[in-house]
């Protein structure tokens, strides 16, 4: 099961800053968090990923909480090519070695012109 | 970037045979692949775990006869649905773990079986 919990939908005008935020209270500490979105009828696209600090790329900033038990996506001036459904995932350890994906419900993000 | 190709993009075919999809990683070799289905307006779901040159790690409630899965090489995975009926009709999406700490999916395949 997805160790993540986020809104089902939200709304965001475009030129504005995107808020996603996923609760992750079990997360364990080494496991990292990965945002990936899915634009409809296509394969997930990478994001961002995190373990403790921030972190920004030319997509977007992951803020994390101190206890790790939350995290918030920032998309900095959506765009209407940002409207996706956006999946905060924690990425879990196998036995055996491999460390897998698993995908919650995600976040469809509306971008309004 | 890691590049994934996917093939085919889309697939039908008759009920009772067999379709094989292919994921490959094109600009990085890939010793652990993942297979995921993913039903309308749902999630993607994990069906397996792909290692190469072992046997693959199912997720629980797949079937392992029924999604037969190869990974024969560094850089190719394939999922074979044998017997395919209408219920197997999904979005099957593949992701391969690249050289940093990145998972990189491929476009999917669509499949309709009829």
């Known amino acids: 099961d997805a160790k993540t919990t986020q809104p089902p939908s939200m709304d965001c005008a475009e030129g504005r800053a995107a808020n996603l935020p996923c609760n992750h209270s079990t997360i364990s500490g080494n496991e990292y968090v990965y945002w990936y979105r899915q634009i409809h009828s296509q394969g997930p696209q990478y994001i961002i990923h995190?373990?403790?600090n921030n972190e920004t790329n030319e997509m977007a900033s992951l803020i994390i909480t101190e206890d790790r038990k939350s995290s918030t996506l920032i998309l900095p001036h959506a765009t209407l090519r940002d409207t996706a459904v956006y999946y905060c995932?924690?990425?879990?350890?196998?036995?055996?070695?491999?460390?897998?994906?698993?995908f919650g419900q995600g976040t469809r993000l509306t971008i309004n012109p | 970037g890691a590049v994934v190709s996917q093939h085919p993009s889309w697939v039908i075919c008759k009920s009772g045979t067999s379709v094989k999809i292919e994921c490959r990683s094109l600009?990085?070799?890939?010793?652990?692949m993942f297979w995921y289905r993913q039903f309308p307006k749902q999630s993607l779901m994990l069906m397996a775990t792909?290692?190469?040159?072992?046997?693959?790690?199912?997720e629980q409630g797949v079937e392992k006869d029924k999604f037969l899965i190869n990974h024969a090489s560094l850089t190719l995975s394939t999922l074979t649905v044998t017997s395919a009926h209408p219920e197997d009709s999904s979005f099957y999406i593949c992701?391969?773990?690249?050289?940093?700490?990145?998972?990189?999916f491929g476009s999917g395949t669509r499949l309709t079986v009829v």
């Open positions: 995932i924690v990425r879990v350890a196998t036995w055996g070695g491999a460390q897998k994906l698993v």
């Open positions: 600009d990085f070799q890939a010793t652990t």
């Open positions: 995190g373990l403790k």
């Open positions: 792909s290692n190469e040159g072992s046997k693959a790690t199912y």
């Open positions: 992701s391969a773990r690249d050289s940093g700490s990145g998972y990189t």
